[in-house]
């Protein structure tokens, strides 16, 4: 039901704010001008906080269309003779200018390519990903909630309709597009840990006792590249192997302590080279792009 409802807001609000554009006459162009601004600042706001992965990525770029149609509609039908707007609804629609404003300021600092940060090989070749959580921000990554995997993305795989499934939380893991996908080394260097033996489970299930689930470890550069959630029986390498960039390492499965089939990878460094989850997180960027949630790659 959380999931509908997110939704409905996901879609209701953007919708509603272009139909006011749209169809509410504005008595001149400065009126007309506070509700755009209004307008752009809280659709900013809710797609770039939500997930466009379970209704369609598409959206990205079709309610900012949207919203450009709305206000040119708007534009044309300014009139002297509309109701002029009252003391009280100025305020009120400055007031909320302001704090949208600053709350997408705080959204943009999440988007700056952290100090220091690493560049690794994108994991995937070929199709469209989705970057389900990843940034600065706790707003638009809940990894930031714990320190080792701070800068950590989740990398989900789009069908032909921009969504990461087909259906709604439908059960069947050969319904994701990235059940299965194959997942390629991001560096070149020594693997440290490869465990396998982890279920892939039933969505929405977890298995939070096993966190990372199959998953698997690469020393390189000075850092450590954790690749989680892999398929079980997949893992194509072993601890002591060499790898490339671009090598195969296994495939998008759904162990561990996730509700659906995806690929969780951050860096980390310090500890010894097998230990994960405990040590210093350390930003990344892909083929030198920071990645943050409604981020899509086309590799």
């Not at 169809?23 to 307008?39: E, G, I, K």
């Not at 039908?77 to 009280?88: F, H, L, Q």
């Not at 006792?209 to 954790?226: E, Q, T, Y």
């Not at 499965?253 to 509700?259: A, F, P, R």
Request: glycine share 10%.
């Amino acid at each position: 039901m959380s999931a509908i409802l997110t939704a409905v807001v996901q879609i209701l609000v953007p919708f509603v704010l272009a139909a006011d554009l749209a169809f509410v006459r504005r008595a001149n162009r400065a009126m007309w001008l506070s509700q755009v601004v209004l307008a752009a600042l809280a659709t900013v706001l809710v797609l770039a906080i939500s997930r466009w992965d379970q209704l369609s990525a598409h959206l990205l770029v079709g309610i900012p269309v949207l919203l450009v149609a709305a206000a040119v509609r708007g534009y044309r039908r300014i009139s002297i003779n509309a109701r002029p707007t009252g003391k009280a609804s100025v305020i009120l629609t400055a007031l909320l200018i302001v704090a949208l404003g600053a709350a997408d300021a705080r959204l943009f600092v999440g988007h700056v390519t952290p100090a220091g940060a690493v560049n690794l090989a994108f994991p995937f070749a070929g199709g469209a990903y989705y970057i389900g959580g990843g940034g600065n921000t706790r707003w638009i990554n809940n990894h930031q909630n714990d320190n080792p995997q701070r800068f950590a993305i989740d990398v989900l795989k789009l069908n032909a309709w921009g969504r990461a499934s087909a259906g709604t939380s439908p059960r069947s893991l050969d319904a994701y597009a990235s059940f299965g996908e194959p997942v390629r080394s991001p560096c070149r260097g020594i693997v440290t840990v490869a465990e396998d033996g982890h279920p892939d489970l039933v969505p929405p299930d977890r298995d939070p006792d096993s966190r990372a689930g199959n998953h698997v470890v690469i020393a390189c550069s000075g850092i450590k590249v954790l690749l989680a959630h892999l398929r079980l029986g997949s893992i194509a390498v072993e601890p002591g192997s060499a790898v490339e960039a671009g090598s195969l390492v296994g495939e998008v499965g759904n162990s561990g302590n996730t509700n659906q089939p995806h690929l969780h990878i951050h860096a980390e460094r310090g500890g010894s080279d097998t230990s994960i989850l405990e040590n210093d997180p350390v930003p990344v960027v892909f083929d030198g792009r920071f990645l943050v949630r409604n981020s899509i790659v086309f590799p």
